[in-house]
Antibody, heavy 121, light 107 residues
Framework: EEQLVESGGGLVQPGGSLRLSCAASGFTFSDHLMDWVRQAPGKGLEWVGRSRTKSNSYSTEYAASVKGRFTVSRDESKNLLYLQMNSLKTEDTAVYYC????????????WGQGTLVTVSA | DIQMTQSPSSLSASVGDRITITCRASQAIGNSLAWFQQKPGKAPKSLIDAASRLQSGVPSKFSGSGSGTDFTLTISSLQPEDFATYYCHQYKSYPFTFGGGTKVEIK
């Protein structure tokens, strides 16, 4: 069964850094598109960034609101997806979800349970 | 960026009702549209991709249609477990974007 489990959330001060992890199991990690999506408290969904497949060199894309501050990467050997978040702002406070998309299908077919990031002094 | 406008933002309906949610894209996206359901405190769940393709395990009471700029999600007979917030999502071009959501409440 395909499963995604996020970890690494917590409280961080403005300007600080945090790295989120998403542990993937039950599917071929290297051939699935992987996305990060966030949801601020009481708000809607916001796409954050993407890691393409191994055949596309795990290349990445980002939302304008995080470009230059956040980095999406993978460790294929550990089936882990990462979101490195630097220069955090209060407006980055949100639940962060990872999601996977299988070959030939749309994105975000499966989601993790989410991890809460709070940016506050 | 492609803006996704959902309507209505909320609706009240009764068990057994048929409801339709609309999503409009600010530019043509072909059929690169997905629909998600989210219940309070839970992760979103994928319902439909490619505008009309039902995800495995999703009941056939859910259906999607449309292409280009105008899309709809229909639930044919609302059940208690369907009361949730629904989001559309375009994945035609970066940055990907979501609609603002439609909260479906019990009348």
């Amino acid at each position: 069964e395909e499963q995604l489990v996020e970890s690494g959330g917590g409280l961080v001060q403005p300007g600080g850094s945090l790295r989120l992890s998403c542990a993937a199991s039950g599917f071929t990690f290297s051939d699935h598109l992987m996305d990060w999506v966030r949801q601020a408290p009481g708000k809607g969904l916001e796409w954050v960034g993407r890691s393409r497949t191994k055949s596309n060199s795990y290349s990445t894309e980002y939302a304008a609101s995080v470009k230059g501050r956040f980095t999406v990467s993978r460790d294929e050997s550990k089936n882990l997806l990462y979101l490195q978040m630097n220069s955090l702002k209060t407006e980055d406070t949100a639940v962060y979800y990872c999601g996977s998309g299988r070959p030939g299908a749309g994105p975000l077919g499966h989601w993790g349970q989410g991890t809460l990031v709070t940016v506050s002094a | 960026d492609i803006q996704m406008t959902q309507s209505p933002s909320s609706l009240s309906a009764s068990v057994g009702d048929r409801i339709t949610i609309t999503c409009r894209a600010s530019q043509a996206i072909g059929n690169s549209l997905a629909w998600f359901q989210q219940k309070p405190g839970k992760a979103p769940k994928s319902l439909i991709d490619a505008a009309s393709r039902l995800q495995s395990g999703v009941p056939s009471k859910f259906s999607g249609s449309g292409s280009g700029t105008d899309f709809t999600l229909t639930i044919s007979s609302l059940q208690p477990e369907d009361f949730a917030t629904y989001y559309c999502h375009q994945y035609k071009s970066y940055p990907f974007t979501f609609g603002g959501g439609t909260k479906v409440e019990i009348k």
